[in-house]
């Protein structure tokens, strides 16, 4: 099993800029990708950005430029630089990992494991 919990999230005005963190625990270091999905109410969950353990990464075309994914020396920690940050980037943001082979590093289908959800907010 792995857990996995959020931090980071609050509320900033357009243009500014988050940094939000995941904790791993359990089998962390064994997962094959990690990532962050976004969810604004009455829209579906999207993939932000994401990490092989093998390296590479993927941001979605909304963020490119503006969020960064990285993930800590030991793997058990994921993290989302976020700049330039929108009033449309403002949803409920949640990291997930993904035990098996990740095919499609932006689809929530990929990912086993899903942390609570931490809010960011953005004003205009």
């Known amino acids: 099993q792995v857990k996995l919990v959020e931090s980071g999230g609050g509320s900033v005005q357009s243009g500014g800029s988050l940094r939000l963190s995941c904790a791993a625990s359990g089998y962390a270091y064994s997962m094959s990708c990690m990532g962050w999905f976004r969810q604004a109410p009455g829209k579906e969950r999207e993939g932000v950005a994401a990490i092989r353990s093998m390296g590479g990464s993927t941001n979605a075309d909304s963020v490119k430029g503006r969020f960064t994914i990285s993930r800590g020396n030991a793997k058990n920690s994921l993290y989302l630089q976020m700049d330039s940050l929108k009033p449309e980037d403002t949803a409920m943001y949640y990291c997930?990992?993904?035990?098996?082979?990740?095919?499609?590093?932006?689809?929530?289908?990929?990912?086993?494991?899903w942390g609570q959800g931490i809010q960011v907010t953005v004003s205009s």
């Open positions: 997930a990992a993904a035990a098996r082979w990740c095919a499609v590093l932006l689809s929530p289908t990929t990912y086993d494991y």
